[in-house]
């Protein structure tokens, strides 16, 4: 069964950092895409952070420059480096993935894919 838990979100002030982490188990073939979205206030859950099954990542233009997704495959886990953080970033954030391998921008970036979420964990930038 394919778990994905969350950890890291709080609050900080606005120009700070925060790091997310997930664990994501269960899969017994190669790792799939996974991914970062989140939800702010106002606004739909939307893909901001994306890894492929190669280790290539893309970003959603709000974040691009500031965040950076990376995975520790000796600790299985999918972290989320947010740095320059503004009061637009404040909302929900969850880790999600693919159920099978996949390689390209297309397809880590086709949200609908992500089957698999964690319970998500809120990040608040003040200011």
């Known amino acids: 069964q394919v778990q994905v838990v969350e950890s890291g979100g709080g609050s900080v002030q606005s120009g700070g950092s925060l790091r997310l982490s997930c664990v994501v188990s269960?899969?017994?073939?190669?790792?799939?895409?996974m991914a970062w979205f989140r939800q702010t206030p106002g606004k739909e859950r939307e893909g901001i952070a994306f890894?492929?099954?190669?280790?290539?990542?893309a970003y959603t233009e709000a974040v691009e420059g500031r965040f950076t997704i990376t995975l520790d495959n000796a600790k299985n886990t999918l972290d989320l480096q947010m740095n320059s953080l503004t009061l637009e970033d404040t909302g929900m954030y969850y880790c999600?993935?693919?159920?099978?391998?996949?390689?390209?921008?297309?397809?880590?970036?086709?949200?609908?894919?992500?089957?698999?979420w964690g319970q998500g964990t809120q990040v608040t930038v003040a200011s």
């Open positions: 269960g899969f017994t073939h190669r790792r799939p895409c």
């Open positions: 890894i492929d099954s190669d280790g290539h990542t």
């Open positions: 999600a993935a693919q159920r099978h391998e996949c390689s390209g921008s297309f397809v880590m970036t086709y949200t609908i894919l992500y089957v698999y």
